[in-house]
């Protein structure tokens, strides 16, 4: 009874928590970080799920305060942060040119190992020039930074990254919200823009909590129908969906289509970074307009030749992005079957809606107790009521792990009831 007492202070610190944030008059503007207790109380509670320290992370399993568990949390999708290869890459840009560049890509942070990366991902990407940021959160914050200006209108797919959300809130234009993957309201959104203002569509090609798709062929259409620019941030597609994981706009024969191509080298890509492709002008302009590669220090060599050496094994080793859709559909197949709600997922990304952030906090803790690694996701990085575990999976999960998953997930299900 204590315990079921504290998780329902939880619950009321969760429910009560952004209204006292944003609604607290003091003339002391931390006081409201002094008077916030939710995390406090999931710590007495044992479900704060976040910040969690990880001894080690081997790509299917990870050892997470001592114990060995299976890793059903990372992004790690094609398994290559524990390729030796990749490993190797970066012990030698170590050695040979330092751990750091010291300073930005405008002014004395760009080497060759950057100019490769560029020139290798653009290739691959089927276009004609690639920029290369030290995260793939800058990456967005410099596409719109440099490109939307006062006279045009960015228009945002609700449930996009909040890289994206965070570049509009710097950019000078406008910025517009339709439905998620709503195609009626993207036009009536659209169709409501005067014609002399620039108007750019920006996505994320795979939604990174509810692992369905971008409409994209239908966005394509209604951008070309109303003179309208396409972005596609492309994070959880590269290096999962497409010939041989070269991203959405391949997946849906698109890539002529598509204008910029963004991404990351923090998922499938094993390293840290992200970039952006598209047609040279355009990528001459954001690297010298776009504010987050003019005022960051460079991604250091070790990144670089990590991200370069994973791409090129993700090109020469297609197998494994057939091994993740494998596992993924089989996940998909499976939680549908016993009844879970995983929405209307496509991809290694399957969330499992269970509805009150107490309930998906309860249940990270049971599963890493039962030696099963999720994440708990509640308000506002989801909607209210819709607080999920984010489960993902990667090339290198055995079968026998998975089903040891779903075993214990089923366990879970029948005790908890959603």
Not at 392 to 406: G, K, M, N, V
Request: hydrophobic share 40%; charged share 25%; with cysteine.
């Amino acid at each position: 009874m204590e315990e079921l007492a504290t998780e329902n202070s939880v619950q009321e610190s969760l429910a009560n928590r952004y209204k006292l944030i944003n609604n607290k008059t003091s003339n002391d503007p931390f006081q409201k970080a002094y008077d916030f207790d939710s995390i406090d109380l999931m710590r007495q509670a044992n479900c704060y799920a976040y910040y969690q320290t990880i001894d080690q992370n081997e790509g299917p399993e990870a050892i997470v305060n001592g114990k060995t568990c299976t890793m059903l949390g990372s992004n790690n999708y094609l398994g290559l942060t524990i390729e030796p290869r990749v490993r190797q890459a970066a012990i030698d840009a170590i050695a040979q040119f330092g751990t750091s560049l010291t300073g930005s890509r405008l002014l004395n942070g760009t080497h060759a190992l950057h100019e490769k990366l560029e020139e290798e991902l653009a290739k691959f990407l089927n276009k004609e020039a690639a920029l290369v940021f030290t995260t793939g959160y800058q990456a967005n914050i410099g596409i719109t930074t440099a490109l939307v200006g006062k006279n045009d209108y960015l228009i945002l797919d609700k449930f996009n990254h909040a890289s994206i959300t965070d570049g509009a809130d710097l950019a000078k234009g406008k910025t517009v919200y339709y439905q998620h993957n709503d195609m009626n309201d993207l036009e009536r959104v659209l169709q409501s823009i005067p014609e002399e203002h620039g108007k750019v569509i920006m996505v994320d090609g795979v939604f990174s909590m509810e692992g369905d798709l971008a409409d994209l062929p239908n966005i394509n259409r209604l951008a070309k129908k109303y003179s309208a620019r396409l972005v596609v941030d492309d994070a959880h597609g590269v290096g999962v969906i497409g010939e041989a994981g070269r991203g959405t706009a391949n997946y849906f024969g698109l890539e002529d289509d598509v204008d910029l191509i963004a991404g990351t080298f923090s998922k499938a890509l094993a390293s840290i970074g992200g970039f952006v492709a598209g047609d040279r002008k355009v990528i001459e302009s954001i690297k010298h307009f776009g504010r987050s590669i003019l005022f960051s220090a460079s991604l250091p060599p070790a990144s670089v030749a990590a991200a370069l050496e994973s791409l090129r094994i993700m090109q020469q080793e297609p197998q494994r992005v057939d091994r993740l859709n494998k596992n993924a559909q089989y996940m998909r197949e499976q939680l549908r079957t016993r009844g879970f709600n995983i929405g209307h997922t496509e991809t290694p990304i399957i969330p499992i809606i269970v509805g009150e952030d107490i309930k998906a906090l309860t249940l990270w803790r049971e599963l890493l107790k039962e030696g099963v690694y999720v994440n708990a996701v509640i308000y506002p990085a989801v909607a209210r009521n819709q607080a999920l575990l984010r489960t993902s999976y990667t090339s290198e999960h055995s079968r026998e792990q998975l089903d040891r998953a779903l075993e214990i997930l089923q366990k879970m299900k029948n005790s908890y009831q959603f």
